[in-house]
Antibody, heavy 114, light 107 residues
Framework: HLVESGGGLVQPGGSLRLSCAAY????????MSWVRQVPGKGPEWVAN????????HYADSVKGRFTISRDNAKSSLYLQMNSLRVEDTAVYYC?????????WGQGTLVTVSS | EIVMTQSPATVSVSPGEGATLSCRAS??????LAWYQQKPGQAPRLLIY???TRATGIPARFSGSGSGTEFTLTISSLQSEDFAVYYC?????????FGQGTKVEIK
């Protein structure tokens, strides 16, 4: 399964780094994504990364501010979030990206507020 | 990007009855459509992919149909554990996009 960490409260303009650790799951074999969800709203795909890190894609809403990366040796996925905005407030999930998403982690809450 | 629209926003159903949830895409997504179930405080769980293929462990009372722009998730004989929010998601074209959800509540 997948376990996210690193969420918390940050001021607008601040930074956070999210981590996703995989257990009993070989992330090196799969594309991986970050998906976020504002409570009460539908999920929103944020970014994904190919098995070897050679291809990366971002949603327009985060392009230039967020960076996705992975360390297959540590079975881990990361999301560096800079220049955070109030509208980035959401629960952030990591998920295996097979075009559809499965499995998902339990999520970590990011709150951007002054 | 492709906009996914789900209807109704909320449906009230008695246990043992069936429910039909709809999902419409702003342009054709072929059969590249998935459905998820989400309960309060939990992550979404994959139910169906490829429009009609149930994910591992998903009971047969969940079925999906459709193609192009119109899709349906049918839940026959709702059980107590089925009351939740359901989302559709297209993966025909990047970025992958989700609908806003349909809440299935107890009548």
């Amino acid at each position: 399964h997948l376990v996210e960490s690193g969420g918390g409260l940050v001021q607008p303009g601040g930074s956070l780094r999210l981590s996703c650790a995989a257990y009993e799951f070989d992330v090196s074999l799969y594309w991986m994504s970050w998906v976020r969800q504002v409570p009460g709203k539908g999920p929103e795909w944020v970014a994904n990364i190919k098995e070897d890190g050679s291809q990366i894609h971002y949603a327009d809403s985060v392009k230039g501010r967020f960076t996705i990366s992975r360390d297959n040796a540590k079975s881990s996925l990361y999301l560096q979030m800079n220049s955070l905005r109030v509208e980035d407030t959401a629960v952030y999930y990591c998920a295996r990206d097979g075009a559809w998403f499965d499995p998902w982690g339990q999520g970590t809450l990011v709150t951007v507020s002054s | 990007e492709i906009v996914m629209t789900q209807s109704p926003a909320t449906v009230s159903v008695s246990p043992g009855e069936g429910a039909t949830l709809s999902c419409r895409a702003s342009q054709s997504v072929s059969s590249n459509l998935a459905w998820y179930q989400q309960k309060p405080g939990q992550a979404p769980r994959l139910l169906i992919y490829g429009t009609s293929t149930r994910a591992t462990g998903i009971p047969a009372r969940f079925s999906g149909s459709g193609s192009g722009t119109e899709f349906t998730l049918t839940i026959s004989s709702l059980q107590s554990e089925d009351f939740a929010v359901y989302y559709c998601q297209q993966y025909n074209r990047r970025p992958q996009t989700f609908g806003q959800g349909t809440k299935v509540e107890i009548k």
